[in-house]
């Protein structure tokens, strides 16, 4: 089941989606995220939580992912928000935006889509309100 240091990431398994399993609907946790099956909707850590989602070669997730630490080696439609770090390991295929702090990209892995810097995304948002401030008060 756990093949190789990105399956078990932090060493720590707490809840575990096997192969067969098809999760219709959003899923909260915290702790470790071991998936082998497929989600349909969003995969949200629960806020101020220790979490690390990793999805496994052969699962799949449809829909958005907010976590602190997500490793990715199977495939992901869906923006990626990780507050602290984002793996994609060689069979990683990710279609959306992967917002980051920091990222490690493996020789193999596919995104569609855009490397976001968390610092560089919340710069441009607050020039973008400063800019929209100044606009209002002229108007």
Not at 58 to 68: D, H, K, L, M, W
Not at 85 to 105: C, D, F, I, P
């Amino acid at each position: 089941m756990f093949k190789n240091k990105t399956a078990a990431h932090d060493g720590q398994v707490d809840t575990l989606i096997g192969p067969q399993v098809v999760i219709r609907g959003d899923l909260h946790f915290s702790g470790g995220l071991y998936v082998e099956g497929r989600i349909l909707g969003k995969v949200i850590a629960q806020e101020g939580q220790k979490a690390t989602l990793t999805l496994a070669e052969q699962g799949s997730i449809e829909g958005e992912v907010r976590a602190p630490v997500v490793v990715i080696n199977g495939q992901l439609s869906g923006d990626v928000y990780a507050s602290e770090r984002v793996e994609l390991a060689a069979k990683a295929r990710v279609q959306g935006n992967v917002h980051y702090q920091v990222v490690e990209m493996l020789a193999g892995s596919v995104l569609t889509g855009r490397l976001i810097h968390a610092e560089a995304h919340a710069e441009a948002r607050a020039m973008a309100e400063g800019h929209l401030d100044a606009h209002a008060a002229l108007g």
